[in-house]
């Protein structure tokens, strides 16, 4: 995709944001930005679904783009039987919606258990899980079998869903509780291998673009209100304490974009991981440095800074730990 037509994908999506109580994947249909062309998808790349994702992070957007056209997507695409074609074909055409249990994109997720019932498949046990803003039709869950960790689809009704009691309770999180759940097979050990580790590499990218959303936003929040806001005569932007703060999150914001952009092109354990890292620093430290460059008004419930401060602390667990990220950087550079 060229760079004006990246330009145009980011001004519609703003427009679409704009709009109150929509969820991005219905305004503009981005479900199958991810899905191949010849699949009844865009056939879009990781270029284009990073900055989606930066926009929806400037939004604080409660979509179920995360969900449904990341993970969801990525975990389908890697699979080969007919159910999950059929549900990848029902996905990127926006007809479903799907909510995926962490144990599908996160290796240190509690552990779900599939097995053979009267010959039908059935999972039980508990883990978090994302959900989407539109009640989502069916569960993608990893669970362990006899043969090895397996991909499931479970029907909405019959997950027990309970949201997640978090600091940004719009994120979408949720605790799913399946008791002997009926399920439908999807992938295979070695699918489902390929499948959970390209999602988790690929939800990384996408969390940190949307990390560095907050950031960008957040700086510029700060700087308008430095530029605006009066003390002793001038400007506080004028003062040395304000402008030095407003520069290191400037820089943390720019490396932070600089790093994801080489994540996006090396595809690497490396690259991913570190975007991970320095984006979510760049949204801690921005969103924190809004909250006080604002000053009294900044620590208000009123005030949206803190809606900001609140996503990128539960982003910077999204994937994981950062104990998790920074012992597979150090693992993949044969540190440890």
């Not at 704009?18 to 249909?29: M, Q, T």
């Not at 050990?189 to 988790?200: H, I, S």
């Not at 949307?210 to 506080?236: D, H, N, W």
Request: charged share 20%; hydrophobic share 45%.
């Amino acid at each position: 995709m060229s760079d004006d037509m990246l330009d145009d994908l980011r001004a519609t999506t703003r427009r679409a944001l704009a709009a109150d109580g929509a969820d991005i994947l219905d305004e503009l249909g981005l479900a199958g930005l991810l899905v191949d062309y010849d699949r009844g998808g865009l056939g879009l790349g990781e270029r284009e679904m990073t900055l989606v994702a930066t926009e929806l992070g400037r939004a604080l957007s409660f979509s179920g783009f995360l969900a449904t056209a990341v993970l969801g997507v990525t975990l389908l695409s890697d699979s080969d039987t007919a159910e999950a074609a059929g549900l990848l074909e029902e996905l990127g055409s926006g007809q479903s919606r799907c909510a995926v249990a962490s144990s599908s994109w996160m290796p240190s997720a509690p552990t779900v258990i599939g097995q053979l019932v009267d010959g039908h498949w059935a999972v039980s046990g508990s883990t978090l899980g994302l959900f989407t803003p539109s009640e989502p039709d069916t569960v993608l869950v990893a669970a362990a079998t006899p043969a090895g960790t397996q991909l499931f689809s479970v029907a909405r009704e019959y997950v027990s869903v309970t949201a997640a009691d978090l600091l940004d309770p719009a994120r979408g999180m949720a605790q799913l509780e399946f008791a002997a759940a009926a399920a439908r097979l999807l992938a295979g050990p070695e699918q489902t291998e390929v499948a959970t580790r390209r999602a988790y590499h690929r939800g990384l990218v996408a969390v940190a673009a949307e990390q560095l959303g907050i950031a960008r936003m957040c700086l510029e929040m700060s700087v308008e209100y430095a530029k605006s806001r009066t003390q002793f005569g001038s400007p506080i932007g004028s003062f040395q304490a304000v402008k030095h703060r407003c520069a290191e999150v400037l820089l943390d914001v720019e490396l932070g974009d600089a790093v994801l952009a080489e994540a996006v092109v090396g595809r690497s354990v490396v690259d991913d991981e570190l975007a991970f890292i320095v984006a979510t620093r760049a949204a801690l430290a921005a969103s924190d440095a809004c909250i006080q460059i604002h000053g009294g008004i900044g620590f208000t419930w009123e005030h949206k800074a803190h809606w900001y401060f609140r996503r990128a602390r539960v982003n910077a667990t999204l994937m994981g730990p950062p104990s998790v990220h920074r012992a597979a950087i150090a693992g993949s550079l044969d540190l440890v």
